[in-house]
């Protein structure tokens, strides 16, 4: 949900840089088709915001609460399907019980969660 805000809010925030470029474009290409015009503004403009984009959702720096893998080996039991890995200190993260990449099929988050909060 964090990351959908964020990019969300990115939306938002370039929604006036980019009506100001498709303006600027708008003039400086001389071309009065409107529908011309965005497609070239948004051509430019997701240029620019791909980086931004990579940076939210690839580069790890933005954490994911709770993450699912559709096909995953649990890192418990070795299990091969839909594994999850809940990120904080109330999971997989309290008292250095990190697995290698945190993980779990469903039968060993719901085991490793009671664990902790017992």
């Known amino acids: 949900m ?3 805000l964020i990019y969300v809010l990115r939306w938002v925030v370039l929604a006036i840089p980019g009506a100001l470029f498709f303006n600027q474009a708008k003039d400086l290409l001389g071309v009065e088709n409107v529908y011309i015009v965005m497609i070239i503004s948004q051509a430019v ?3 620019m915001v791909y980086f931004l984009d990579r940076l939210i959702f690839a580069s790890g720096v ?3 609460p709770w993450e ?3 096909r995953g080996v ?3 039991c070795g299990r091969v399907g839909k594994c999850y890995r809940v990120g904080g200190k109330k999971c997989c993260e309290a008292r250095g019980e990190a697995n290698k990449d945190g993980f779990m099929c469903e039968n060993c988050a719901v085991k490793k969660i009671r664990h902790i909060n017992a």
């Open 2 to 4: 964090v990351k959908y």
């Open 45 to 47: 403009m997701g240029a």
């Open 62 to 64: 933005i954490p994911i």
């Open 68 to 70: 699912i893998k559709p």
């Open 74 to 76: 649990c890192a418990e």
